[in-house]
């Protein structure tokens, strides 16, 4: 299930104070009664509206963005004639015939992408406990690996057999995981490209936002369904079948952060599961039939 994000294909908040005096006692009070309490030291505190305007603005310089250029996009398609005939290009040349400003243009690709990852654990620091509030450190190496590798085994089959279905139905286009040049570095990148992947939509779509939203005072079910709608609708570019394959993942993935807390375990397995699917696509297309390729 390759899971890149529209553009290329991902588009990529501040928080303060919430007390703002602007008059009279009233208003100060009003103020302080929205502030939540003061976390631990070194910690802002960030009452309910700051939470609130946190969230869009993290999501609309990041996934949010996404999913609604996915939609744009979608939309574009469906209205152009069928689906399955059309291509959703994951990691396309940024400079055909020109491999090494292809190479500075697709390294620039990557780390624009994945600084909203940053950027929500920046804001974790600040207000709600830093990087281990979404279990992000190393605390248990071993069995995030193999606890991943292990998610990564049971999803990636699952992925893969419910596109070719879509796929084979007309519900979704034709997605082509690479379209690299065949250089001595198209396989660097695209390991590089699934580890982005993994990281930026990890930590924002399982990790910051659902402890946000726990913070809002949302229940599990309510959040883990507005995580998973955010997860499938930057695919919908893909078609119906990348927009419900997603949202099936990140029911899963969420559900699965919400028991234990920790996106390191998460981040391994999307990481193997792009990796397979960017690098397979490369070994397989055109040698087997049942792998969809353009034209």
């Not at 390759?2 to 703002?20: D, L």
């Not at 995981?177 to 990281?199: E, H, K, Y």
């Not at 893909?238 to 899963?252: I, K, S």
């Amino acid at each position: 299930m390759a899971t890149g994000t529209p553009s290329v294909p991902s588009v990529t908040n501040a928080p303060g104070a919430v007390a703002i005096v602007t008059g009279t006692d009233a208003d100060t009070s009003t103020d302080r009664a929205d502030a939540s309490p003061a976390g631990p030291a070194g910690e802002e505190a960030l009452g309910r509206r700051g939470l609130v305007v946190e969230i869009w603005l993290l999501l609309g310089v990041s996934l949010g963005m996404s999913g609604l250029f996915a939609f744009i996009r979608y939309i574009g398609s469906v209205t152009s004639g069928p689906v399955r005939g059309q291509v959703a290009l994951l990691n396309g040349s940024a400079a055909p015939g020109r491999p090494w400003l292809d190479l500075a243009l697709q390294l620039a690709g990557l780390l624009n992408a994945i600084v909203p990852a940053f950027l929500a654990i920046h804001l974790l620091v600040r207000h709600g406990g830093g990087a281990r509030a979404i279990g992000l450190d190393r605390r248990r190496p071993g069995r995030d690996l193999a606890f991943g590798a292990a998610l990564a085994a049971a999803v990636g089959g699952t992925g893969l057999g419910f596109y070719l279905l879509a796929w084979h139905s007309g519900a979704n286009l034709t997605v082509a995981p690479s379209g690299l040049p065949d250089v001595w570095w198209r396989i660097p990148v695209l390991l590089a490209s699934a580890l982005q992947n993994a990281v930026t939509e990890e930590v924002i779509v399982a990790g910051y936002l659902l402890v946000r939203l726990r913070e809002l005072g949302w229940g599990d079910r309510r959040s883990l369904a507005a995580s998973a709608l955010l997860r499938g609708s930057y695919h919908l570019y893909q078609g119906l079948g990348g927009f419900f394959g997603n949202v099936a993942m990140g029911v899963l993935f969420g559900r699965i952060f919400q028991r234990r807390g920790r996106v390191v375990p998460l981040i391994v397995a999307h990481t193997l599961i792009d990796s397979v699917a960017f690098v397979g696509y490369v070994a397989l297309a055109g040698s087997v039939s049942w792998l969809p390729t353009p034209g």
